[in-house]
């Protein structure tokens, strides 16, 4: 998903792969709650892949700790949304172009409807 070598990851934090916002995002709001909870759950993130594009992504996870409560491990789940951010951008896109389009329609209505043009023989505008 991220096109690192496994040379390039092993040894690194995750947050390493983070672009600067989710990084930063991470290490305020969910490391905190994550490991006073042990759970992560869907968090959106932005990791920066092996050439340098962004990676949107979702990521759950939960924390294992020991018997005196310390932390020991996490395993973390990360599903690619690239194609899901891509829909709905396109998505917002139709519903921007269909609002735009009954506006026009319901602007030209009213202008003809209101008599300021008086439409030509052929049907268009004066």
């Keep these: 998903m991220l096109g690192y070598e ?3 990851m092993v040894g690194r934090k995750s947050v390493d792969f983070l672009s600067d916002a989710s990084r930063e995002y991470a290490r ?3 490391l905190p709650q994550f490991f006073r909870t042990g759970i992560m759950h869907i ?3 932005d990791f920066v892949s092996a050439d340098g594009e962004l990676v949107p992504v979702l990521l759950s996870g939960m924390a294992e700790y020991d018997d005196q409560g310390r932390f020991v491990r996490s395993l973390a789940v990360m599903f690619d949304n690239s194609e899901a951010q891509r829909a709905a951008a396109q998505l917002r896109q ?3 172009l269909d609002a735009i389009g009954s506006l026009v329609g319901g602007v030209s209505r009213q202008w003809f409807a209101g008599g300021r043009l008086a439409p030509d023989q052929t049907g268009g505008p004066a």
């Design 94 to 96: 139709q519903h921007r």
């Design 43 to 45: 968090v959106a993130y």
């Design 6 to 8: 496994i040379e390039e």
């Design 28 to 30: 305020k709001v969910t």
